[in-house]
T-cell receptor, first 114, second 111 residues
Framework: DAGVTQSPTHLIKTRGQHVTLRCSPISGHKSVSWYQQVLGQGPQFIFQ???????GRGNFPDRFSARQFPNYSSELNVNALLLGDSALYLCASSWLGASQGEQYFGPGTRLTVT | GNSVTQMEGPVTLSEEAFLTINCTYT??????LFWYVQYPGEGLQLLLKATKADDKGSNKGFEATYRKETTSFHLEKGSVQVSDSAVYFC??????????FGTGTSLTVIP
């Protein structure tokens, strides 16, 4: 069975630009969560979506937004990129919400902002 | 909110040595506790979990016991291998449907 997939694998953007990251969950999983992992740190929670509705939001500015589609795939959008947004962005899917069950992670998208 | 504190790394061990990575938690109630592992260049994988106090999670020779008396969930392995070299994260659910990861402990096992 296919695991969680993310695209693109790597991305280089310039300050001020916008970026869209994509995630496809494991078949049958209805919950998708997004995390930002800065080098040398643990993942920081950004959003959780369950059944296409936002169910949790971490301490990130409004420049970060996300949505979940009817097929449960998800997009993370970041506007007005800053150098500090450079990180590995991880997507995780689960049967239930992130706080209720184990999560399955994708390989991540490495974003570099120059 | 809920949080975890992990021991600082990095940790370097010889093959077949005993491993302990400390994790203590602060939580309302008794949430499930998790250990995730991240191998070089990969995303995170669930290593083990415990859903209630005194539970022991185990997988691939790793073990961790949910101890409410000491609010701890230390990760142990009796004999590490080179292939265990990775970063290990302690984690737990937080309020608002969030999930909280520790800062991670890097383990390097040398032959």
């Amino acid at each position: 069975d296919a695991g969680v997939t993310q695209s693109p694998t790597h991305l280089i953007k310039t300050r001020g630009q916008h970026v869209t990251l994509r995630c496809s969950p494991i078949s049958g999983h209805k919950s998708v969560s997004w995390y930002q992992q800065v080098l040398g740190q643990g993942p920081q929670f950004i959003f959780q979506y369950y059944e296409k509705e936002e169910r949790g939001r971490g301490n990130f500015p409004d420049r970060f937004s996300a949505r979940q589609f009817p097929n449960y795939s998800s997009e993370l959008n970041v506007n007005a990129l800053l150098l500090g947004d450079s990180a590995l962005y991880l997507c995780a899917s689960s049967w239930l919400g992130a706080s209720q069950g184990e999560q399955y992670f994708g390989p991540g998208t490495r974003l570099t902002v120059t | 909110g809920n949080s975890v504190t992990q021991m600082e790394g990095p940790v370097t061990l010889s093959e077949e040595a005993f491993l302990t990575i400390n994790c203590t938690y602060t939580a309302t109630g008794y949430p499930s506790l998790f250990w995730y592992v991240q191998y070089p260049g990969e995303g995170l994988q669930l290593l083990l979990k415990a859903t209630k106090a005194d539970d022991k999670g185990s997988n691939k020779g790793f073990e961790a016991t949910y101890r409410k008396e000491t609010t701890s969930f230390h990760l142990e392995k009796g004999s590490v291998q080179v292939s265990d070299s990775a970063v290990y994260f302690c984690a737990l659910p937080n309020t608002g449907n969030q999930f909280y990861f520790g800062t991670g402990t890097s383990l390097t096992v040398i032959p």
